[in-house]
């Protein structure tokens, strides 16, 4: 489940999803995208976006700025000895191919408390 929000910017928040046919049509022309490049299991399916996959969808929606949410803050507990790459580097590897997929497009990596302006187009 994804939405659009509309105000200054126009700022779509992916949700959980993943890719699907026609998805910028569906989703129209935005400023900002809020796309899930992580999960909290190991295993996400087709139906959810991890880096590569919302690095796609950035490349389809052409944004002006996007967001990665969605890694990186819930975690099973012992998985971090385990698999840590997998909790600690979905937004990396997603700023990473967003650089080759949609090199046009602003990529804002945050931290914890941070925030970003969205330059929305006149």
């Keep these: ?16 999803t993943g890719l699907f046919d026609g998805m910028e049509q569906e989703v129209g022309p935005v400023d900002a995208a809020l796309l899930p490049v992580g999960g909290w299991g190991p295993y996400l399916g087709a139906e959810h976006l991890d880096a590569g996959r919302a690095a796609e969808a950035l490349a389809r929606l052409a944004p002006r700025t996007a967001v990665p949410v969605h890694y990186g803050t819930y975690w099973p507990i012992g998985m971090d000895a385990v698999r840590p790459h997998e909790f600690h580097t979905p937004g990396e590897e997603f700023v990473r191919l967003s650089a080759l997929r949609a090199p046009g497009v ?9 925030s970003v302006r969205v330059e929305v187009a006149r």
Excluded at 1 to 16: I, K, S
Excluded at 106 to 114: P, Q, S, W, Y
């Design 106 to 114: 602003a990529v804002h990596r945050l931290g914890h408390g941070e």
């Design 1 to 16: 489940l994804g939405y659009v929000v509309e105000g200054e910017a126009r700022t779509y928040f992916a949700g959980d």
